[in-house]
């Protein structure tokens, strides 16, 4: 099944291990300003690492984001750290990032992962692949891991909030992936293999799950189509939990 830049899927339902090979290529066609939130993203973590701290990337892929962060920070002492199920993913990662001390990919299971102390992590499209189920008890467990002041900082393609909303918002995203040169076949494959694998939440949800992993200050730092980016602080007053 043809799902766009030439990713055949090797069975009806999507994976990540079939899109390796063009995954950079896919990525920048099915995300909207993708690059460009990276490096976004690497500004806003900029406030919050410091010489002898840590930053996790959940699902870290072939590290795009990794670079752009390393790169904007060249002179601070900190460590990247890049968590992904797939080991080719890692090898990737490994092989862009390779004489860049400060950076480790860990093939690893965020959800089961014991995370150290950190005052930065990340998740840029991931948390909407990990079974809803799992969803609160990861993100108290990131909470946890932040030290006091650290930063969650949350991407996820989200739902609307009611039906004109999502029909608007799905429209002008079908809107964005054709401008991309992706084939109404490729666009309609990839939905159907996404159906029970990406398991999106509204914005509102997306909020009151990161209220109830224990952030209190939650801020919206992107929103295009059906895509948000949240910055989740821990207060720098807490010095336990
Ligand atoms: C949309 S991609 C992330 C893109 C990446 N952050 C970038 O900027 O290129 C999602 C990644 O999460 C990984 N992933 C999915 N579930 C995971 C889990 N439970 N633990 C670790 N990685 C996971 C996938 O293998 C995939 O590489």
């Not at 701290?53 to 795009?64: A, H, K, L, N, Q």
């Not at 980016?229 to 807490?238: D, E």
């Amino acid at each position: 099944m043809n799902v766009g830049t030439e990713i055949e899927l090797h069975q009806e339902t999507w994976s990540f291990a079939d899109s390796i090979a063009h995954f950079d290529e896919h990525i920048l066609q099915s995300v909207p300003h993708c690059q460009e939130q990276r490096e976004y993203i690497a500004a806003l973590s900029k406030f919050f690492l410091y010489s002898g701290s840590r930053v996790y990337e959940i699902g870290v892929s072939t590290g795009g984001l990794a670079q752009a962060l390393l790169n904007l920070m060249p002179e601070r002492d900190f460590q990247y750290i890049g968590l992904d199920l797939e080991h080719e993913m890692i090898a990737k990662a490994r092989e862009r990032l390779k004489g860049e001390p400060r950076f480790q990919a860990l093939q690893a299971n965020a959800t089961t992962f014991n995370f150290e102390p950190a005052s930065v992590i990340i998740s840029y499209y991931t948390l909407q692949f990990i079974p809803p189920a799992e969803r609160h008890a990861l993100l108290k467990r990131l909470y946890q891991a932040l030290t006091p002041g650290g930063a969650l900082i949350l991407y996820e393609k989200t739902l609307g909030e009611n039906a004109p909303i999502q029909d608007l918002l799905n429209q002008l995203y079908l809107d964005f992936k054709s401008a991309q040169g992706l084939s109404p076949d490729a666009i309609l494959n990839k939905a159907l293999a996404l159906r029970g694998v990406s398991l999106p939440i509204s914005l509102t949800q997306n909020i009151s799950q990161l209220r109830l992993a224990g952030f209190e200050t939650i801020e919206l730092v992107y929103r295009a189509y059906c895509f948000a980016g949240f910055l989740a602080l821990k207060p720098a007053c807490c010095a336990s939990d």
